[in-house]
């Protein structure tokens, strides 16, 4: 009778260090993974919520007709809209080939002082391509008009 005992507390010990164990590996995936992931925003999401300056989230929309803006050096300044409202971008860095205004973007980085200070943009890459987060963000906005299929 004591060997049964003995055996069924070494196997709750068991099982209750393998719970710890999972629990103490999933907070610690948990805490190596909170910078790595990025939020994505519309600028209507931006202008009545802004983030804090020190949160780093993805901004996606279309890049404003007559706002880039090519400063010194790498510097460039310019809008992103998603039809309902518009935030002021800049980068400094070399953009995309095929970055030009009125057409869909992706911006990482911070919003500082009324501005998003992108550390990477990215341009669609073709012509029938948009992050599914920008054509949302643009359908909410009732601005988003899908391309005929070319034959």
């Not at 989230?57 to 404003?64: A, H, M, Q, T, Y």
């Not at 039809?83 to 009125?102: C, I, Q, R, W």
């Amino acid at each position: 009778m004591a060997l049964t005992s003995l055996k069924k507390k070494r196997r709750i010990q068991i099982v209750a260090l393998t719970a710890v164990a999972l629990v103490i590996s999933t907070a610690l995936i948990g805490y190596a993974m909170r910078d790595g992931i990025n939020f994505f925003r519309s600028p209507s999401q931006v202008a009545e919520e802004p983030p804090a300056p020190n949160e780093v989230f993805r901004i996606g929309g279309l890049v404003e007709e007559g706002s880039l803006v090519r400063g010194q050096g790498e510097t460039i300044s310019f809008r992103v809209t998603d039809g309902g409202a518009s935030v002021p971008v800049t980068y400094t860095g070399v953009l995309p080939d095929l970055f030009e205004e009125n057409q869909g973007m992706v911006g990482t980085g911070r919003y500082v002082n009324g501005t998003f200070e992108a550390s990477e943009i990215l341009a669609k890459h073709d012509e029938t391509y948009m992050p599914k987060e920008v054509v949302d963000a643009l359908k909410e906005q009732g601005v988003y008009q899908e391309s005929a299929p070319e034959s």
